[in-house]
């Protein structure tokens, strides 16, 4: 008899359950306070609680395909209608979907590092190969590589993901590069999911008219303040949407998290909100931390804001420990660019940015 064990498809071989421990921590010790993996610190509005509770109300109920919300989500980005749309259990499910969709095993998957986790994880799910092209650090700055992207496409490519902004490093790739990029015929998979804190007018969708192979993701859990909801979506070419779609397992997205998710695209008041606290805060933050000797500050066009402390002699991982000791939990940032300095902060409430910035100071100055 042959053991279970090598029943399984092989390239799950060694690849495990994604705990996230700093989330795991944040929900075990409530008392601590989570500026670490890019929540929005406010929590839902009245509009969207009062959904949720009218919708709870139904859940014996099975949603149907979410033709309502997606036809909003099409307003709100100029495309056609609800077929340009599909929704997804938060935008990493649809980075799943994707790759299901075109990456065979063997398939390679570019991504633009450093960057968000998932690409990775969901390759190694379907049997894909990851080519991780790095970007510039040059004058305290991390830049995108377009030509090193470019140039690491092969006939296996079947993803080039980037992130716009990209996380952790807060920047946008020029639009120009975009197109470069998109014109090789690859599927170039472009992730919004903190592009309403810059505004639509720095979104990529437009391109979704013009190329086939270019899919916008986006989530609920940014700006929108949701991410304990689970709700993304993509925007793409109507029969590129029908192709993915056809992978999607039925009523994927919950009737509590579509109506809310609704709730929450119609209050453009609410959003417009969030996005100017978030702003304004990223900015206090920023200059207060700028002037500390040898700590470099990225910029952030997102709710996070990424450091780099190499220069002040200090580890990034002891500047997590520290924070932790003084009951905030940031994110460690393995090496890179042959610096141990490096740390990302979420925004938080006032409260919550106040007592980062006088720890970060004390860690570093005191
Ligand atoms: C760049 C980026 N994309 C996507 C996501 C995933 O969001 P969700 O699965 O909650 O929609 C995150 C979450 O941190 C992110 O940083």
């Not at 996380?167 to 015929?185: C, H, K, L, Q, W």
């Not at 599927?187 to 190329?211: C, H, M, N, W």
């Amino acid at each position: 008899m042959k053991p279970m064990a090598d029943y399984f498809v092989p390239w799950l071989k060694g690849q495990k359950m994604y705990v996230s421990s700093h989330i795991e921590l944040a929900w075990k010790q409530p008392e601590l306070h989570r500026m670490m993996s890019n929540e929005n610190p406010n929590p839902p509005s009245k509009k969207v609680l009062e959904a949720i509770d009218k919708y709870a109300r139904m859940a014996n109920r099975y949603p149907d395909q979410g033709l309502v919300v997606r036809g909003q989500i099409a307003e709100i980005n100029g495309v056609a209608g609800p077929e340009n749309v599909m929704l997804g259990n938060g935008s990493s499910e649809i980075y799943d979907l994707i790759w299901r969709s075109l990456v065979s095993p063997g398939d390679e998957v570019i991504q633009h590092t450093p960057c968000f986790g998932i690409y990775k994880l969901r390759c190694a799910a379907v049997g894909g190969k990851l080519v991780s092209v790095p970007m510039i650090y040059r004058d305290k700055q991390l830049e995108f590589d377009a030509e090193a992207i470019l140039k690491a496409i092969t006939p296996k490519t079947k993803v080039v993901v980037i992130a716009n902004p990209n996380n952790p490093t807060g920047n946008f790739m020029a639009s120009p590069d975009y197109v470069r990029i998109a014109e090789t015929g690859v599927p170039l998979v472009i992730d919004e999911a903190y592009v309403e804190y810059a505004g639509l007018e720095r979104s990529q969708v437009g391109l979704t008219k013009k190329f086939k192979n270019v899919i916008i993701t986006r989530t609920l859990s940014k700006a929108y303040g949701l991410a304990g909801l689970r709700f993304g979506y993509l925007i793409a070419d109507r029969d590129v949407v029908a192709t993915i779609s056809a992978m999607l397992i039925p009523w994927n997205v919950g009737t509590i998290s579509m109506w809310a998710a609704s709730a929450a695209l119609e209050d453009a008041a609410g959003l417009k909100e969030r996005v100017r606290f978030n702003n304004e805060q990223t900015m206090l933050i920023e200059e207060s931390l700028s002037e500390i000797p040898g700590l470099t500050v990225f910029h952030s066009y997102g709710n996070y804001i990424l450091f780099d402390g190499k220069a002040t002699g200090k580890k990034g991982k002891d500047m997590v420990e520290y924070a932790q000791s003084r009951g905030m939990i940031f994110r460690p940032q393995g090496d890179m660019y042959d610096s141990d300095g490096w740390f990302r902060i979420t925004i938080g409430s006032e409260e919550e940015n106040q007592m980062a910035v006088d720890l970060i100071r004390d860690f570093y100055l005191g």
